[in-house]
Structure formats: structure tokens, C-alpha cells
């Protein structure tokens, strides 16, 4: 059993480890930019003992010294150090493409799992921002995850085409960029429809807004989370 650290070494703890996720985002999001330099100004073995720079890095940063830590950072990224490797030792430089596609199939059979073993995962997302969710919201929960699990196998395999039949270009403009636009059309889209089919407004500024456009009492669902907002406000009350 590893001692607690003392209260002195815990704010540098904290600061350790938000430099550290800090460095693996920007890794992430920076990847297919670098792919891209590297396809055009280094050698493939050149440019997998870069990218192993970085993630030894963001590896590093994350590390706080104990070996079973270290054991779950390894294992948590084990599917690009496993690209790297491959990349470094055949000297096919097309392997480095796959991260993004790596990605996006994990993404899906965390959604699809849910959906198999429950709650779905739009679900625990929810309740994790509203602990008391309406009963009426959990089957749209349901579908939204099913849409989540639709998009992210879709995106999956045409990012699969891009990486084995597109020039890397192509591959570094749709994941680095567009991949990205259309995932915050998504979640906005997403927002607009749930907002204005449940009418379940909050305190936001927002949600105000969009409660002065569409006030709730103009249809039967937003009645209907009116009712529920009234009986959730009794039993705090009560």
C-alpha cells in the first residue's frame, strides 16, 4: 500500500497531472498535422521515433511513481505504441495512419457495449450532469446512443478508406478538421433537438434563451417536464 503523498506535494500533483492531460490532447489533436509534416520532411522511422518522443512525454508527464500507474498509463495507450513500433520496425509509414481509425473503433465498442450491457451510455452521461433524470428521457437516451454508435462505425470505416486509398492529405484534412466539425455540428444539433422536443429548460443562459423562443407550455412534452420540474421542486421542498 503506497503511503499518501503529504498535503504539500498534492497541488504540484495536481498541476503534474493537468500539464500532463493538457500535453496527451494536444498529442491527440495534433497527430494528424504531424503525420502530415512528417509524411513530407522525414523518413518513416525518423518520424515513429518522433511520435514515440511524444508519447513517452505525455507518458512521462502523467507518471507520479508508482509502477502499477505506470503499467495502466502503458496499457491505456497501447494500441499507438503498438502502431509506432510496427511503423519503426517494417518502415510502412501507412500503419501511423490508423491511429484515428484506432480510436474511433474503440469509441464504438464502448457505445455499442452499453447499449448491450446498460445503460446506455448517453444515459450515464446524462445522469451524470442530472443525477434525477426523467423516466421520459431515458429511451431518447437509448436512440441517441444507437446514433452515436452509427456515426462512429461510419466514421471508422471511411477514415479506414482514407488511410489505405487517399493521399495523406485528404486523411489529415478529414481527421484533423473536418472529422472534428462535424462531431460539434453533432453535439449542437443534438442540443437544439433535445432542447426543443422535451422542453426541459435549466437556469443557463441558453436555456433561457431558447425557453423565450420556444416556451415550454406550447406543447404537450414541454408540459409534460414543466410537470416534472414542478414535482422534483415539492420534493426538495418537502
Not at 503534474?16 to 522511422?45: M, S
Not at 515513429?48 to 505506470?70: D, K, N
Not at 433537438?193 to 416556451?215: G, S, V
Amino acid at each position: 500500500m503506497n503511503p499518501s503523498p503529504p498535503p504539500s506535494d498534492r497541488p504540484k500533483g495536481r498541476v503534474r497531472g493537468a500539464v500532463g492531460g493538457f500535453l496527451q490532447a494536444a498529442f491527440f489533436l495534433t497527430y494528424p498535422l504531424t503525420i502530415y509534416l512528417g509524411y513530407t520532411r522525414l523518413e518513416t522511422r525518423q518520424l515513429a521515433l518522433l511520435l514515440l518522443g511524444l508519447y513517452a512525454i505525455s507518458v512521462a508527464t502523467r507518471f507520479r511513481g508508482s509502477a502499477a500507474e505506470l503499467w495502466a498509463l502503458l496499457r491505456q495507450f497501447s494500441g499507438l505504441g503498438v502502431l509506432i513500433l510496427v511503423a519503426f520496425a517494417t518502415g510502412n509509414r501507412t500503419v501511423l495512419l490508423f491511429l484515428p481509425v484506432l480510436v474511433n473503433v474503440v469509441l464504438f465498442g464502448t457505445f455499442a457495449r452499453s447499449l448491450r450491457n446498460g445503460p446506455p451510455l448517453a444515459e450515464r452521461f446524462a445522469r451524470s450532469i442530472e443525477e434525477d433524470l426523467p423516466d421520459f428521457t431515458i429511451p431518447y437516451c437509448r436512440k441517441l446512443t444507437i446514433a452515436w454508435s452509427v456515426f462512429l462505425a461510419a466514421n471508422s470505416v471511411f477514415m479506414l478508406v482514407l488511410a489505405i486509398a487517399a493521399p495523406v492529405s485528404w486523411w489529415a484534412l478529414y481527421t484533423g478538421l473536418i472529422s472534428y466539425l462535424i462531431i460539434g455540428a453533432l453535439f449542437v444539433g443534438e442540443f437544439l433537438l433535445r432542447k426543443l422536443w422535451f422542453r426541459n429548460y435549466t437556469d443557463t443562459a441558453a436555456d433561457r434563451i431558447l425557453r423565450w423562443i420556444f416556451p415550454p407550455d406550447r406543447t404537450a412534452r414541454g408540459r409534460r417536464s414543466l410537470a416534472y420540474i414542478a414535482a422534483r421542486e415539492a420534493r426538495e421542498e418537502g
